[in-house]
């Protein structure tokens, strides 16, 4: 009954997918989970090919969840965003979405830690009490454009009125400020990435997609998560709270990180020093 349920949930939030389309892998930062998964033949690493267990019994293992946590960062610009080895960011794109985003927020409060939610304009408008209950729960606040297009096919113009209308609009329905920013595929450019810069978001970058939006089960999107993580050894993790799969397979990724002595990192945006400020406002 229990399978049958996720199986009609997958299909459905395949349908509600957003952000498929090509998979990013655009500034060679970006590891493919894809070819990490078998190629992870890290001999040194003997838990390289492990599966993630995604049974409640595999997560009633965690003994301490809140041992999960791990340091916030301040962040003032890019240069900030050094994750030291075992440290992982979670971010959460697309959002916010019914029932699907207050999943993740009960799972992230049972484990004790903090995400990033790039959220889209549109969507935080259409769902202000979600978007509000993220900020309420201490989570850290990013946009991802109003209505979730490649910025590289659009003008210049176009680009920035974008990005600028998705960040009144989250800001708008989380009643806070916006410091953080996240490319649309991930597809940027130079100019676009200044422009950012000198608004005053941070721009994140990924290191680890665990491309749940590909239709597949939970349990391989959390597998492929952790093989790309433990080929990289750390960064910032790409997820979605769009999609069932998602909510349903973080209960098993986090037990995972722990089980591996990952630490889970919090994002706080910083004020640039006021030199800086007034520097970039010319
Ligand atoms: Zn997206």
Redesign the pocket.
Known sequence: MFLRALCVASTLACLLT??AGRPATEGGTLVSAFAAAPAAANPGRADAHDPVPLTPVAWGRLNNPNGLAGRTIEVASLDDLKLREKEVALTF??GPMPKKTEKILATLDQYGVKATFLM?GEMAKAHPDIAKLVARNGHTIGS?TYR?PNLRTLSFQAAIAEIEEGRRAVSAATEQEVGFF?F??LADNKSLRSWVARDGMVVLDVQVDSKDYFADSPAAVATRTMNALRAHGRGIILL?DIHHRTAAMLPALLTQLKAEGYKVVSLHRAKPAPFLTASLSH
Do not use: A, K, L, N
């Open positions: 957003s952000c794109d697309d889209v991802h979730h996240r649309p595929y979605h």
